[in-house]
């Protein structure tokens, strides 16, 4: 069974920084693509892309240059370095996966960006 688990969300003043994680279980973590998503009230986002390996990465224009994602494939868990927050970065986060023609997604972790 698929299990995709994120968590390192929280409160964080803008211009900080936030490591987010998603563990991950039930399948071989290090044969698939992992991306990111964001959803804020009313809109979902695309937020970065990385490939089986860590190779090659794709980030939406409005993270890039601030976020890095990373993987760590013998822990089986995908990272989401996000520096240079902004109050428009607020938003619970998802990782997700295709695995099998099936689109798995944790539960979230909420950022909130806010002085």
């Known amino acids: 069974q698929v299990q995709l688990v994120e968590s390192g969300g929280g409160l964080v003043q803008p211009g900080g920084s936030l490591r987010l994680s998603c563990a991950a279980s039930?399948?071989?973590?290090?044969?698939?693509?992992m991306s990111w998503y964001r959803q804020a009230p009313e809109k979902r986002e695309w937020v970065a892309q990385i490939?089986?390996?860590?190779?090659?990465?794709n980030y939406a224009d409005s993270v890039k240059g601030r976020f890095t994602i990373s993987r760590d494939n013998a822990k089986n868990t995908v990272y989401l370095q996000m520096n240079s927050l902004k109050p428009e970065d607020t938003a619970v986060y998802y990782c997700?996966?295709?695995?099998?023609?099936?689109?798995?997604w944790g539960k979230g972790t909420l950022v909130t960006v806010s002085s």
């Open positions: 997700n996966t295709i695995y099998r023609g099936s689109t798995y």
């Open positions: 490939t089986s390996t860590g190779s090659i990465t």
């Open positions: 039930g399948f071989t973590f290090s044969r698939y693509v």
